[in-house]
């Protein structure tokens, strides 16, 4: 499913949602949103306690330790993507989003498009050559022969659209 037909699909959902203040009504939500966008999601190894939330899924499709996690507290949300020995050190790269009251459906919606496109490979993590060597998610039509001069490394879920990582990652059987 593309990223506007997911969120599509999620606002029947959501529209029957009021504000939600709690913890346990925002991991309602994203459970279920999980579900929904990615049925395989039911079977990804959870953490939880009273205040935190984690799941946590090893890519398949790689040999470097690549995972994706997400975490929930009240009012946040954590997205991980670690692409194991290569990057800095083996050492995750983040997307957070704030759940503003009153925003919860549209912010929990979002992010499960942004964690589906990862595993879809509709977004790839790349690091740039840049003084500020930031990463940067693209999409695989963004990498362009003068884009990719630009970077020191490209990773993907599957390692289909891996680039200078140091050895191939993609699984071969």
Not at 32 to 51: F, G, M, N
Not at 55 to 72: A, G, N, Q, Y
Not at 131 to 137: A, D, E, Q, S
């Amino acid at each position: 499913m593309h990223t506007g037909q997911n969120i599509l699909a999620f606002s029947a959902l959501f529209r029957s949602c009021r504000f939600m203040s709690g913890f346990a009504e925002q991991l309602s939500m994203l459970e279920r949103a999980l579900a929904d966008a990615i049925p395989e999601s039911r079977d990804w190894v959870r953490h939880t306690d009273a205040e935190n939330w984690s799941v946590e899924v090893s890519s398949p499709h790689t040999r470097d330790d690549r995972k994706l996690t997400i975490d929930l507290w009240e009012r946040e949300i954590e997205v991980r993507f670690y692409v194991g020995r290569s990057g800095v050190g083996g050492a995750p790269y983040e997307a957070n989003a704030d759940v503003p009251a009153g925003k919860e459906a549209e912010t929990i919606a979002g992010m499960v498009s942004f964690v589906a496109d990862i595993l879809n490979e509709r977004l790839v993590l790349a690091m740039e050559r840049s003084v500020r060597g930031g990463r940067v998610f693209l999409e695989p039509g963004e990498l362009t022969p003068s884009r990719r001069n630009g970077l020191k490394w490209i990773a993907s879920w599957r390692g289909t659209y891996d680039w200078a990582l140091g050895e191939p990652t993609a699984s071969h059987g």
